[in-house]
């Protein structure tokens, strides 16, 4: 844990996060079948959208789920922008319901993180369905939405780790 | 003073409007990207996905090497223990395909007899170049592969790409040394394709899952189950006849395509070289006119209306009534004449009596030459 009322280095619970959830992404990428299976694919930025918005508002944090979505739009063959806007609207949706969120437990923490994933998928969801005239097959959709739910440890691991580290954000 | 007493404590609300300002700046950005581009390598930002492709292909590829070495260990010592029964079921396959070979060079014999025969005009072979798929993108929203080979290569947007299984997808995306595949399973991916049994056409539809489904097939009860599909060649997107899968319904009856690809791990890929139709084609020599010679009834009309055309037109027999005063502004050219087709003489149907052309009738001489862009007539 930070030394309480040190404020936060952007490097450490910013740009180091971010850069695991880039090389999360690209490790389960490999072309490789276990027992005929693929690996899966979870949305690693989606925890820190969440993660971010919880620790503290911040006005880096928005640009930082910008690029990782730039980063998720390439690296997936995807059309620009479209992660960053889900992203950002899981990032808004939790930054909007933090108050509501302090002194509750990890069960209200958890619903709240699996509304953001579903907010940001869902858009991702229609935008594909809007431009593809073609609707995403919904097995799929909810196999990464598993998956990213499944993230949740990560997001509790970020928040213990940096949430009190800013007094001024208690 | 306690810290929680200092003005500090005032900043909580400000950074709150900031973060959600500069959430709303992030988003409008996005969004304008997202509206502007679109999958593909001619996009506004075809060359930023070149370039980052580029530079991904060798970190996946090196993220890829323990697991190809590990894939070879294992298949080494599988093949060190398995030795005798895979040398007995290599066997039973060659006794197989000995049939099978006595069988295709009976029937390229009678193909090639019915092809000279038919003076039949078969599609060229396709040059191939071998790659390695080097990142394996999957998800509802996009499916796609990363290639270690790229135009320098010869690999061009929208090439087909097969496995040693069957047809994988098509090259959407190329820089010097990396190209991205397409896979049938994308949400955006649409391919035609044919039924083999019945020659039925349909479009494979990816929707992000593992079996893409067929649409808008022709014709009642066309497909069944264990069909096979193929490539139809419509639209001179892939060849026609390349192996895509085996239609099978689904729960709720929607025809789908379990693909041959699927039968194991996109690793090797071959990229056909393959050029479509409006690539292929000599426009200048489509373009070129081959009609046949005229008849000499043909000729003496054209003839007829050349010298008609070249004769002044005729003034007009009545001359256009005066405006009434205060009706404002009045042309003082004559009232236009009415328009009417004019047939090529090639092809139009004989005529056994042609009719003369009048000149002094409006209605059937030719339209004055064309005026250029200057005013005067073109020669």
Redesign the interface.
């Known amino acids: 844990m930070s030394r309480p009322g040190a404020a936060l280095d952007p490097a450490q619970w910013l740009a180091l996060p971010a850069l695991a959830a880039i090389v999360g992404a690209i490790c389960l990428a490999v072309p490789v079948r276990v027992g005929g299976l693929r690996l899966p694919e979870p949305v690693f930025p989606m925890a820190l959208a969440f993660s971010w918005a919880v620790i503290r508002p911040s006005v880096l944090g928005p640009f930082f789920l910008l690029a990782l979505g730039l980063f998720l739009d390439l690296f997936w063959g995807g059309r620009l922008g479209v992660w960053g806007l889900s992203l950002l609207a899981a990032y808004g949706l939790t930054l909007s319901g933090r108050s509501l969120m302090a002194g509750q437990g990890l069960a209200v923490m958890g619903a709240w993180y699996i509304a953001a994933c579903v907010l940001g998928l869902g858009f991702v969801f229609l935008f594909a369905t809007i431009v593809a005239h073609q609707q995403p097959n919904l097995m799929a959709v909810v196999w990464q939405l598993v998956w990213t739910v499944g993230l949740f440890p990560a997001v509790v691991y970020l928040t213990n780790r940096f949430e009190d580290a800013d007094v001024r954000f208690r | 003073m306690a ?2 007493d200092s003005p ?2 005032a ?2 609300a400000p ?2 409007w ?3 300002v ?2 709303v ?3 409008l ?7 502007t ?3 593909s390598a001619t996009g506004p ?1 075809g060359a ?2 070149g370039e ?1 492709d580029e530079v ?1 292909e060798p ?2 590829s090196a ?2 090497a323990p ?1 190809r070495w590990a ?1 070879s260990a294992a298949d080494f010592a599988g093949g060190y223990f398995f030795a005798v029964s895979e040398n007995r079921r290599l066997k039973a396959e060659l006794d197989d395909m000995r049939r099978w070979r006595d069988a295709a060079v009976a029937l390229k014999s009678e193909n090639e007899r019915f092809e000279a025969l038919l003076k039949l005009r078969t599609e060229p072979p396709v040059p191939m170049v071998t790659g390695r ?10 499916d ?2 990363l290639l270690d080979v790229g135009a320098a290569a010869g690999v061009k947007v929208g090439n087909p790409v097969m496995s040693e299984n069957g047809v994988v997808g098509r090259i ?2 190329v820089a010097r040394s990396a190209s ?1 595949v ?1 896979l049938l399973t994308d ?2 991916s649409r391919t035609p394709v044919l039924i083999n049994r019945n020659n039925a056409r349909a479009i494979l ?5 593992a079996n893409p489904r067929l649409e808008f097939v022709r014709g009642q009860n066309a497909v069944q189950d264990g069909d096979v599909v193929l490539t139809s060649g419509d639209g001179g997107l892939y060849p026609r006849g390349l192996p895509v899968g085996v239609a099978a319904r689904d729960f709720r009856g929607v025809w789908r395509v379990r693909l041959y690809s699927d039968r194991g ?3 090797f890929v071959r990229v056909l070289l393959f050029d479509d139709f409006s690539q292929a084609v000599d426009t200048a020599a489509l373009a070129a006119s081959s009609l046949p010679p005229l008849t000499a009834a043909e000729q003496a009309d054209l003839n007829a209306q050349r010298a008609a055309a070249e004769k002044p037109p005729p003034p007009p027999a009545v001359e256009a009534p005066l405006a009434p005063k205060g009706a404002g502004f009045v042309s003082s050219a004559p009232p236009p004449r009415p328009m009417v087709p004019i047939t090529a003489p090639s092809a139009r149907a004989p005529d056994p009596a042609p009719k003369k052309a009048q000149p002094s009738d409006p209605t059937l001489a030719p339209p004055p030459p064309a005026a250029n862009a200057l005013g005067s007539p073109q020669p």
């Open positions: 810290y929680r500090f404590q900043l909580k950074l709150t900031a973060a959600a500069a959430g700046v992030a988003g950005i996005a969004l304008g990207l997202a509206l581009d679109h999958r930002y930023v996905r980052f991904m970190v996946t993220l890829y697991v894939a798929a080097v990142s394996d993108v999957r998800g509802p929203f996009s796609a592969r959407v995306g991205r397409l949400v955006e539809t990816g929707d992000g899952g791990a996109i690793d």
